[in-house]
């Protein structure tokens, strides 16, 4: 569902430009959960936002389902992030004018795609219930992590990003909301790339990739 083909992207640097991915290539099936693994600096982020259309590749290819990610225009790069990814962040990146609830459909409603027992269903096991009507500011850490999960899965993306998504929780909380999101994925048959440093999260994923100088081992 996911093909990567000889990515690169290089960054100007007052030192000259500085090449981050060199023909970065591997393919996710339906349903796969994979752990992206690098030294800090080795282009894991930079990967994640190609994939997910926030930012445009120097050369090679990539491909989600039907869709040529590096062939689409600014527009339908958008129409993707809508439509088919959810993506999670370290920085949860909550709308603090919303609702906990409102944050949580936000995207499903922008896709045309809310559905309200998904929805129900998302916030219990979140454990989000008796939060609903609160604001991000009066959540905890961990709290508003699980609200940015619930709002990428709301849609039911085929592809969930996460940029080391419980990298500001403690462990045990870290490890919580992993599973919670793992299961959640799982039940949805999305297919999850998740960056983390954690060589214990990266063990619950079934593949691991290893970013190293630009290029992938694993
Ligand atoms: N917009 C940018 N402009 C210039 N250089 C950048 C930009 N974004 C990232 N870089 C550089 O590209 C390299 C890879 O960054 P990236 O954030 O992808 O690494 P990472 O593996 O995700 O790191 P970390 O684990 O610390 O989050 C770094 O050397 C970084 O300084």
Redesign the pocket.
């Known amino acids: 569902m996911l093909s990567v083909d000889t990515l690169s992207k290089t ?3 007052e030192a000259g430009p ?1 090449a ?1 991915l060199k023909g970065v290539s591997f393919g996710l099936d339906d349903g796969d959960t994979m752990a992206l693994q ?12 190609l994939i997910g259309g926030l ?1 445009r590749a120097d050369s090679g290819r990539i491909v989600i389902g039907e869709d040529e990610v590096t062939a689409l225009d600014d527009r339908g790069r958008a129409r993707l992030r809508r439509d088919s990814v959810g993506i999670v962040f ?1 920085q949860f990146n909550l709308i603090p004018s919303l609702t906990v609830a409102d944050n949580l459909a936000f995207q499903a409603r922008l896709a045309g795609r809310r559905d309200t027992d998904w929805d129900a269903r998302l916030t219990e096991r979140l454990g989000l219930a008796d939060h609903g009507k609160k604001y991000p500011e009066q959540l905890s850490g961990g709290q508003q992590q699980r609200v940015a999960i619930g709002r990428a899965l709301a849609a039911k993306p085929r592809l969930v990003l996460a ?2 998504p419980t990298g500001n929780l403690d462990e045990d909380t870290g490890e919580r909301v992993l599973d919670l999101m793992l299961d959640l994925v799982r039940e949805t048959g999305a297919t999850l790339l998740m ?1 983390t ?1 954690s060589a214990q999260l990266a063990a619950r994923m079934n593949r691991r990739l290893y ?1 190293e100088r630009g290029a992938l081992s694993g």
């Open positions: 960054y100007p640097g500085t981050v690098g030294e800090s600096g080795s282009g894991k982020s930079t990967l994640l936002h930012d370290q940029d080391e960056v440093h970013l």
